[in-house]
């Protein structure tokens, strides 16, 4: 930019020159015995007036360059951040580049994303993603008067009262006051805000803030389209890959996952040394349940359940439809004695629930039992596939003795 400025800064001294030599010629051509403080007096006009105005046409061709220049660096950014898109298939990851490149474009050193559909809450790691918050030191500590502090808000009519709200009270929470200008840009289509990105800077003049809105509004609305695009795209994307290893009436993960995640985490167990424990569980008598209430009254039962055994494991646990009614549970770093504690409390939780009591149908309270059998590593295998086999054995053996029962698989001689 400095190079081209300085050419231009050349151009325009040559051209002076030029027209200087050229005039002063002429006036020799025409009157050869006049002297030289005569040719001066005579071309001194025409070389002001001349002078004047290429100083004029090269200042506006300056300011249109320089604008041109700069709005050529806003659409290679938006390029830019166009490219950095298409790296990324997850929802979370989009999100915080879409808040880094906004970042870049406002020239701010901190931000946050605030998510606010629920699609999108699905796939992101929190409501609100952050940049640079806690290592932003640009204004000190030193808090900003509300009065002294812009607000610059792109589309404020897409903003509902409740997010700008929920904005204001980020705004504390995230130490914002040390800005001096704050930047709230809202993602929305179809009439409905997805997300609200907040940037802030602490020091940026009123002019330059002005300068910043005009500038970047017709970027900021191309790019706001495309991140939605690209926002839509990974949920679809997300979407599918959850259909792919999920039960669709329980919403539980299936069987073909459930056996890809003991095979990984049973190698990490092994490297690491840690016991990992799997159960499998079984309604007691659900096919009279089912011949009793029908089969749309038995998928509902089933939903229930694996709401209710959800709610009952660990975060680090995982639960999956095995088959029909049977469920697997898969607990890293639990041994047979820690896996028989959570069993009790989801044999409890289970056979206090009282299923189907939302449906007028059904006159009278259906409580049901499960049975459940553990196998644990190293205790009684060593690889997931003889740990699943040992865990169905000792299921066999909760029915065989009663039902509504737990058996921790104990081998033959034993």
């Not at 409905?192 to 002019?207: E, I």
Request: proline share 3%; aromatic share 10%.
């Amino acid at each position: 930019m400095k190079y081209r400025n300085k050419v231009l800064i050349i151009t325009e001294g040559c051209i002076f020159i030029v027209v200087t030599a050229a005039m002063f010629f002429s006036i020799i051509w025409i009157d050869p015995v006049a002297s030289l403080p005569q040719v001066f007096r005579i071309i001194l006009p025409f070389l002001l007036i001349t002078y004047v105005s290429i100083f004029i046409v090269f200042r506006i061709l300056t300011y249109y360059y320089l604008l041109l220049l700069h709005q050529k660096q806003l659409i290679e950014k938006l390029n830019a951040s166009f490219v950095s898109f298409g790296k990324h298939v997850k929802t979370d990851d989009l999100l915080k580049q879409g808040l880094e490149s906004l970042m870049g474009f406002c020239k701010c050193p901190m931000g946050i994303m605030l998510v606010v559909d629920e699609r999108l809450k699905k796939y992101a790691s929190g409501e609100v993603i952050t940049l640079n918050i806690s290592t932003f030191s640009g204004g000190g500590n030193a808090k900003t008067d509300e009065n002294d502090r812009r607000m610059i808000t792109f589309f404020p009519s897409d903003i509902p009262t409740d997010i700008d709200k929920k904005i204001r009270g980020l705004l504390k929470e995230y130490d914002f006051e040390k800005c001096r200008t704050v930047v709230t840009i809202p993602f929305a289509a179809g009439g409905k805000v997805k997300t609200v990105a907040v940037v802030g800077v602490a020091n940026m003049s009123r002019k330059e803030v002005r300068k910043v809105f005009d500038d970047m509004k017709h970027i900021i609305d191309i790019f706001i389209r495309k991140l939605n695009i690209e926002l839509e795209n990974s949920i679809l994307h997300e979407e599918i890959n959850r259909a792919s290893i999920t039960d669709p009436l329980t919403q539980l993960y299936n069987r073909r996952y459930f056996n890809k995640r003991a095979k990984e985490e049973f190698v990490k167990a092994k490297r690491m040394g840690f016991p990992v424990s799997v159960m499998i569980s079984d309604l007691d008598n659900f096919k009279n349940y089912v011949d009793t209430y029908g089969h749309p009254k038995g998928d509902i039962i089933l939903m229930e359940i694996a709401s209710v055994i959800n709610k009952a494991v660990r975060e680090s646990d995982m639960v999956c439809r095995f088959g029909g009614d049977e469920f697997a549970y898969l607990l890293p770093f639990a041994s047979s004695v820690e896996a028989n504690a959570l069993a009790e409390r989801i044999k409890k939780t289970v056979s206090q629930f009282v299923f189907l009591k939302d449906d007028a149908d059904i006159g009278q309270s259906v409580h049901i039992t499960l049975s459940i059998g553990i196998a644990s590593f190293p205790e009684h295998g060593e690889n997931e596939q003889d740990i699943i086999s040992k865990a169905d054995n000792a299921l066999f053996l909760s029915k065989k003795n009663g039902k509504n029962m737990i058996s921790v698989y104990k081998d033959k001689e034993g």
